[in-house]
């Protein structure tokens, strides 16, 4: 399944500067011998792409093990209006020809996506609303950001905390629905939900990681609300690290996202049981394989548990470490592209001879036993 | 390898057999007794029915919608947490592999996915991809695009639009084109709330029917084996039965494929303005040769329901049971996805399952018929069984009326309905139809040179128990289903359609991605490096 | 008549799915049966012998002699029958409880009582987050029954709840009765920060205002009615909540962010 992976792996592994040197079909001998003699692996991180993903997900299954993602946190957020209410949801291409009212909320979008401007087209007229400007809300942002989105901008800056109470507050005031406020404050919120009802197609576009979740949740009300009278959707940039690509591979390959285990052969899906880190500090987990292709991210856990690394830089908190390439720039991969909201192709940018990570799981699972390999 | 299937009930209409017989197959084909060798494996068919390996032409069971009704819902699956026992979800397996299984495990061998926007290709190959055993295909979705519609508002020519068309299904790799409510997801965009046959886009000044008759042309030009597949608009709306017949008057005589016709066939009699008005539009489709359909048949249970036609999605958001729901304003088509309860206590919903009965019941033709309950929007596939039962026993149908709601027996002529398939029906509808409809002409059959996709089923007078799992079954030759059990599961191959264009529209449309998007075309392909078999395609020929 | 005891060996190395073990399930089954029931969570489980000594008795009387945080799913879905542990549990305890008893000598992990539909349960120490809150994708938490919780809950108490009666002596986290549909909730102790967000209906009753969001508002004095009502139910169970609730109360409706139809209720 692996392009190429197989042979030219075995040159290009680089050695880990702090575990000892190895090679790399070593290792991944000795990644299959923990995780196979354990009672409960997991597979974290899984930074990684779709292949990446797929590969990750079915070594937890032969091991009987559970896969989370270093951003589940995010991932669970983002589900959870989806999950538990109603959710409306657009692409960055509609946010940019056709939303006549954007609306930012909260604060590190821009650090997420640096384009975000440029990619929506802020500064321009919304392509396909003939006639109609563009208004640009941003509620909670940072300073710097909503100054440098090249764009005017009407900001109302909140703190984290607050900012659930105030998509509250604007939401009450919508649906027409009294709130306690100042005249001034009054005056202020049902301009803002005059703005966001008086927008022919409106976006909010926003995160997890911006969001509290129940904040994120009051969102999607507000975005629902608005669709008794006009058309308003929303975007969320996404969790890091392929957070979302891996979240659809879980869907179609277990049927679930991260946070999912198979310690009885079938998929369950327990956002607390599963994650990775309390599964390590707790003990219950007694080996682990940290994935983070598109970065080196180390894992969150502080307490010592038999542990295979495999990123792209040189980690080395663990027994034994692997350094992948970095999926579009060593070797071409799937993701969910940030600047789409689709799972993308995308080419490498600097071809290299580093393995991907679904050859390097091939191989671990190669060594499984009961393995035809 | 020489495999004889002997000595079982061979119904294959498409060579005119329907006799006790053997099936021999050699290297993934089907080929005539061969003289004077013998088989080197033999299966017992006897108290077996042999059939060609059924083919499913509307089942949604890949892609990024598919993947949201999965995420929607995680209480609906099977080993969620040890608390629901069983679900009607969790029995349709809603995985990909567990799709390919239990496809194949009521013997059939090819499905096709029929809702894939373009832009969104990508993802329903990949999920594809890991669909075992079944051969695949995918329709690519247009008619709510502004490229599209753009060049109908400036009146470009059918060749233009055959071009794009063309170039659609190339970038997608799909063996054909459907439309969705034409214009309907863009006029949602507006915020028109509902959208019928003669209605305007706004800002384009198209109406549906414009949109559709272009798609359908183009279709026609590319010589396309399938032609265009229409979801017809006001879907599940009481009355909504004109709109059907309309729309088949609005096909011109030209070839075209009516999706899940039982949501379309209901009237407004009676106190609660909801009826069946499945014998009127089945006289339709009797009377217009130029139109196939299928059912969308609807069973009672908790499934979800999975569309590209957001307006109608739109609209089910009040009625969503559990109340949960996604609405998606995509690049090129829209979508939703809103989980439902089909209750056998509920009358609509039992004029709806006596609907899609009375459709198949009552159109005569089976080579314009087909099997589907529009998975997972009327039922979960894996009730196929179920319903077989319900088309070959009328004495079964009466049993499942006298169930239902009082009033439901008076709205439909169901109950009056003697017809019962045979088996060799059933051969044409699940598989000799499909066949043609696809244009794969390498299936559907057991005639000699036909790929060796064959279903064998113990008989059984309970033809749910019988159609649930195959004694065996064989994809290109291979044992792959034994006793119902999955014994091997190599992968199969996703059909597609190569109709050949002008180039020059590949550079146009890189010229529109760039000005209107800022961004390349090629972020929305299917390259051979984005997929884990990319060799594993199929091409079905264009009509002569 | 004597208890069916379970008696804990030592801390289990992995956590446990006791949800096997209500008197409805091991009514029919000899000790020896018992035993061998698999209640770990690995591919390599633990058995009911492996983690606990049985003393066989009366099976509609289960006592749990020792606990610990990896006891899951206690009294899951039980329908009558009295479970006693001696002890601390984990996750999910009394979820989805239709009747019964259920009463917990220590603290109680994340999600007690989550969808319980009936019948009593009693937590002596502390619960997590989530008291009664329905488990992910589930649209409703707990739908009936009474709970009473002598310490606190974390965040997010009776989350979705959509009926019943839950009483926390000590004091409850933030968010308490996030998106609440209906039912009750008495916190007789200091209540974290923005309690009822985005509640439907439903009460929260608290001993003093914590911060709350400006889409709830003073509508003054409340007349005793209801309240009083669940006072002299709760009186034998709880006495500190019983006396909260028979205070005069005044009344802030919300959340106007969605229906807007809850009421948080404070002395007056």
């Known amino acids: 399944m692996p392009r190429k992976a197989k042979s030219s792996a075995r040159k290009s592994a680089a050695a880990p500067k702090a575990a000892a040197p190895i090679d790399i079909d070593a290792a991944c001998k000795l990644a299959a011998t923990l995780l196979s003699a354990a009672r409960l692996p997991v597979i974290a991180g899984m930074g990684a792409d779709v292949a990446g993903a797929r590969a990750a997900i079915r070594l937890a299954r032969a091991t009987h093990g559970v896969y989370d993602h270093l951003a589940s946190a995010e991932i669970m957020a983002e589900l959870e209006p989806l999950r538990r209410a109603r959710r409306f949801a657009t692409t960055p291409d509609e946010a940019r020809v056709r939303a006549d009212c954007l609306l930012f909320v909260g604060a590190g979008l821009v650090q997420r996506w640096p384009e975000i401007g440029a990619r929506l087209a802020v500064g321009a007229p919304p392509a396909l609303q003939r006639g109609r400007a563009r208004k640009i809300v941003w509620l909670g942002g940072d300073r710097a950001d909503v100054k440098g989105l090249g764009a005017e901008v009407d900001a109302l800056a909140a703190a984290r905390r607050d900012m659930g109470p105030l998509i509250g507050m604007i939401r009450a005031r919508a649906m027409g629905r009294p709130i306690k406020a100042e005249k001034s404050a009054l005056r202020r919120i049902d301009s803002l939900a005059e703005t966001f009802k008086a927008a022919h197609f409106g976006v909010a576009i926003s995160s997890a990681a911006a969001l509290d979740p129940l904040a994120l949740e009051q969102l999607a009300g507000l975005v629902e609300d608005l669709n008794a009278t006009t058309r308003f959707s929303s975007l969320l940039l996404g969790p890091r690290a392929n957070g979302a690509g891996v979240t659809q591979a879980g869907a179609w390959v277990a049927g679930f996202p991260p946070r999912t285990g198979f310690c009885s052969g079938e998929a369950e899906h327990d956002p607390w049981r599963f994650d990775a880190r309390r599964l390590i500090e707790s003990g219950e987990a007694d080996a682990a394989l940290w994935i983070d292709a598109y970065g080196d991210e180390p894992p969150p856990w502080t307490r010592k548990v038999p542990l295979v690394t495999l990123t792209c830089g040189d980690f080395g908190g663990g027994l034994v470490h692997v350094r992948a390439g970095r999926p579009g720039v060593d070797h071409d991969c799937v993701e969910m592209a940030i600047e789409t909201g689709v799972l993308t192709p995308r080419a490498a940018s600097a071809p290299s001879a580093a393995p991907r990570v679904d050859a390097i799981i091939e191989r671990i699972m190669a060594h499984l036993p009961g393995s035809c390999a | 390898m020489i495999v004889r299937i002997s000595g079982g009930h061979v119904v294959d209409p498409l060579s005119g057999r329907n006799e006790t017989g053997d099936v021999w197959i050699e290297d993934g084909k089907i080929v005539a007794p061969p003289q004077g060798q013998s088989a080197d494996a033999e299966y017992d068919a006897r108290n077996c029915l042999v059939m060609a390996g059924a083919i499913d032409i509307h089942s949604h069971i890949a892609g990024a919608n598919v993947a949201t009704a999965r995420l929607m819902l995680p209480e609906a699956h099977a080993a969620y947490m040890a608390r629901p026992a069983q679900t009607q979800l969790a029995a349709a397996g809603w995985t990909a592999e567990e799709t390919g299984r239990r496809y194949a495990r009521m013997g059939f061998t090819t499905v096709v996915e029929p809702a894939v926007s373009p832009h969104l290709a990508l993802h329903a190959h990949l999920e594809l991809s890991d669909i075992p055993i079944i051969d695949k295909a995918v329709l690519a979705v247009l008619g709510n695009d502004d490229y599209l519609l753009s060049a109908l508002r400036k009146g470009e020519g059918a060749t233009a639009v055959a071009d794009y068309v063309a170039l659609t299904l190339q970038a997608t790799r799909a063996l054909g084109v459907k439309c969705i409510n034409a214009g309907g997801a863009m006029a949602f965009k507006e915020n028109v709330r509902a959208f019928s046959l003669d209605d305007v886009v706004p800002q384009y000044g198209l109406t549906s029917r414009q949109i559709m008759e272009a798609l359908q042309d183009a279709a026609v030009k590319l010589k396309l084996a399938h032609p265009l597949h229409l979801h017809m608009n006001n879907l599940g709306l009481p009355g909504n039965v004109e709109t059907a017949i309309a729309t088949i008057d609005a096909a011109r005589g030209l070839p075209l494929h009516l999706a899940h016709l039982q949501f379309y066939a209901y009237g407004k009699e009676g106190g609660r303005a909801f009826s069946s008005a499945a014998a009127q539009l089945a006289e339709k489709v009797n009377a217009s040769p130029h139109v196939t359909v299928d059912i969308g048949q609807v069973m009672f249970s908790d499934t979800v329901t999975i569309s590209l036609d957001v307006l109608r999605q739109f609209t089910g958001l009040k009625t969503a049971r559990p109340r949960k729901g996604f609405i998606y304003d995509g690049d090129i088509n829209s979508a939703g996805v809103v989980p439902y309860s089909y209750k056998r206590s509920d009358f609509f919903n039992a004029v709806q399952w006596a609907c899609g009965l009375e459709l198949f019941l009552l159109i005569d033709d089976p080579w314009r018929v087909f099997f589907t309950t529009d998975h997972p929007n009327g039922a979960p596939f894996t009730v196929y069984p179920e319903i077989f039962a319900l088309l070959t026993s009328r004495d079964r149908r009466a049993e499942w009326l006298a169930s239902l709601p009082k009033g439901v027996a008076e709205t439909t002529t169901l109950g009056s309905i003697r017809r019962e398939y045979t088996f060799e029906e059933l051969a044409i509808m699940t598989r000799a139809a499909p066949a043609k409809l696809l244009g794969m002409r390498d299936r559907g059959s057991l005639a000699a040179g036909a790929t060796a996709d064959v279903a064998v089923y113990g008989l059984h007078k309970d033809r749910a128990k019988m159609f649930a799992a195959a004694r065996y079954l064989f994809k290109d030759g291979a044992l792959v289903v034994r006793n119902g059990e999955i014994v091997h599961a190599p992968y199969g191959r996703t059909f597609r359609a190569t109709p050949g264009f002008d180039r020059a529209i590949e550079r146009r449309l890189d010229r529109y991605y760039t000005s209107l998007y800022g961004l390349k075309r090629d972020l929305f392909s299917v390259p051979d490096f984005a997929l884990p078999r990319p060799q594993a395609f199929g091409e079905v020929p264009c009509l002569a | ?268």
């Open chain 3, 1 to 268: 008549m004597k208890p069916l005891v379970f008696t804990l060996r030592s801390e289990p190395v992995e956590r446990l799915d006791l949800s096997a073990l209500t008197p409805a399930r091991l009514s029919d089954l000899s000790s020896a049966a018992i035993e061998k029931l698999a209640i770990g969570t690995t591919q390599r489980p633990l058995r009911v012998g492996d983690v606990f000594r049985l003393r066989d008795g009366d099976r509609s009387v289960i006592r749990f002699s020792g606990g610990s945080s990896r006891f899951d799913r206690i009294a899951m879905a039980m329908e009558s029958g009295v479970i006693e542990v001696d002890g601390m549990v984990g996750r999910e305890a009394g979820c989805g409880m239709r009747g019964g008893a259920l009463t917990i000598s220590g603290a109680a992990g994340d999600y007690a009582a989550s969808g319980a539909r009936g019948g009593a349960i009693e937590i002596g120490g502390d619960c997590g987050d989530f008291l009664g809150a329905p488990l992910v994708g589930e649209m409703e938490g707990i739908n009936g029954g009474v709970v009473i919780v002598r310490g606190r809950a974390g965040h997010r108490a009776c989350d979705r709840m959509r009926r019943g009666l839950v009483a926390v002596e000590k004091g409850a986290g933030e968010y308490a009765g996030s998106r609440m549909i209906a039912g009750t909730l008495v916190v007789a102790g200091p209540v974290g920060g923005f309690p009822g967000t985005m509640m439907r209906r439903g009460t929260i009753i608290m001993p003093a205002l914590p911060e709350i969001a400006p889409t709830f508002l003073d509508c003054g004095a409340t007349p005793l009615g209801f309240t009083a009502l669940y006072a002299t139910s709760l009186a034998a169970r709880s006495p500190r909540a019983a006396r909260l609730l028979r205070r005069a109360l005044r009344r802030f409706g919300g959340d106007t962010a969605t229906l807007g139809k809850g009421e948080l209720l404070v002395p007056a």
